[in-house]
């Protein structure tokens, strides 16, 4: 007797595969879901047509000066053309913009080594990005050594001074928030008050007062001998403040660990330390990620700020770029170019983190 011969499967219909079937199952579902798709569509589009009309279509982009913008009524990207190098360096002297460009190259390196899943040896590259590379990148900008000539950081601004402070506030802010959440769970008394104190006495305080505190209030304590950067103050300011929020997002990682993971260490004879770093830390920072990713965008977006203390930032360079009489009635262009270096920035730290959380996910996840 023959074997029963299977018939292949047959394809699936092309209404539920491809673009049409991803349309109809996120848009068009339901009766009511596409009724609110199109009432969305309708509001939405004009609003777009005539965006993309006004930033591409009528926009000028070759030009000298402001007479090249009078033409077709759209953006004038001249505008930003012409400052663009100013807001990517601030006042950082032309014959050595060489060195914020490696800074730049060296920094755009190793992130993309780090995103990079199959690239090796990123435990290395990991160390050298966050204990090495910065004190490179000190040396390139600040200069003094090596024969290169030394600039002072009233020169720096625009991405440069943003991405400065951005980066040293992530990096150091994580694991000295880490410290904070684990001291305020500590059983010491005088570790768990010193700890609370500090996180609650900064999360009650707003960053611009920080700011202002850490401008006029920190060379105080310092003697006339020893003068503390501008720069630098803004930076511990950004970092303290942020330490503090970072504390509590991991503490919140630390209470959602069940008690069943610390019994199974102390069963193991782990010490609190081997507890800590090998079973419970990797498990509440892979918990918060969405919450530490959302902080780290906060302190990208509220370094902004800084300029409050006379410090030249992206905002700063562009709010002082708008006051030039040669270029007055463009600050649409202005700031929704600022706009779009935050979002892009702030975007790929998102995304970045989604990645991690897939690559991560071992059922906390519903």
């Given at each position: 007797m023959a074997e029963h011969q299977f018939k292949p499967d047959r394809p699936a219909p092309k209404s539920e595969v491809g673009l049409i079937g991803w349309l109809r199952k996120n848009f068009f579902s339901t009766w009511y879901n596409s009724l609110f798709t199109i009432v969305v569509l309708y509001l939405v589009i004009p609003a777009l047509y005539h965006f993309a009309q006004w930033a591409f279509i009528d926009a000028s982009w070759i030009g000298n000066d402001r007479n090249a913008c009078t033409v077709g009524g759209g953006a004038c990207w001249v505008f930003i053309e012409d400052r663009f190098p100013q807001l990517i360096y601030g006042f950082f002297p032309e014959s050595m913009r060489w060195r914020p460009d490696l800074v730049y190259l060296g920094a755009a390196l190793l992130i993309g080594w780090l995103a990079w899943p199959k690239a090796p040896k990123k435990?290395?590259?990991g160390a050298f990005t966050i204990f090495i590379f910065p004190i490179i990148a000190l040396i390139l900008l600040n200069g003094g050594l090596f024969g290169m000539e030394k600039v002072e950081?009233?020169?720096?601004?625009?991405?440069?001074?943003?991405l400065v402070l951005a980066l040293s506030g992530i990096v150091i802010s994580l694991p000295f928030g880490t410290v904070l959440a684990l001291g305020r769970r500590s059983k010491m008394p005088i570790i768990r008050t010193l700890s609370t104190v500090y996180i609650e006495f900064w999360r009650a305080v707003p960053l611009i007062t920080v700011l202002f505190m850490a401008s006029v209030m920190l060379p105080l304590f310092t003697t006339s001998d020893v003068g503390i950067d501008k720069l630098l103050r803004a930076m511990i300011g950004i970092t303290m403040f942020y330490s503090a929020y970072m504390a509590e997002v991991i503490r919140g990682g630390l209470q959602a660990i069940p008690k069943g993971q610390y019994e199974a260490a102390e069963s193991l004879g782990l010490s609190y330390w081997k507890t800590m770093i090998f079973v419970i830390l990797?498990?509440?920072?892979?918990?918060?990620?969405?919450?530490?990713?959302?902080?780290?965008?906060?302190?990208?977006?509220?370094?902004?700020?800084?300029?409050?203390?006379?410090?030249?930032d992206l905002l700063a360079i562009g709010q002082a770029a708008l006051?030039?009489?040669?270029?007055?009635?463009?600050?649409v262009e202005m700031y929704v170019f600022i706009a779009f270096v935050f979002w892009v920035f702030c975007f790929g730290i998102s995304r970045y983190s989604i990645y991690i959380e897939k690559k991560l996910h071992t059922g906390h996840k519903n």
């Open positions: 435990i290395w590259v950081t009233s020169k720096w601004g625009g991405v440069l001074v943003t990797p498990q509440a920072l892979k918990i918060t990620i969405p919450s530490i990713v959302n902080t780290f965008i906060s302190l990208f977006k509220d370094t902004s700020l800084v300029l409050i203390i006379g410090i030249f006051s030039d009489p040669s270029w007055l009635g463009f600050s």
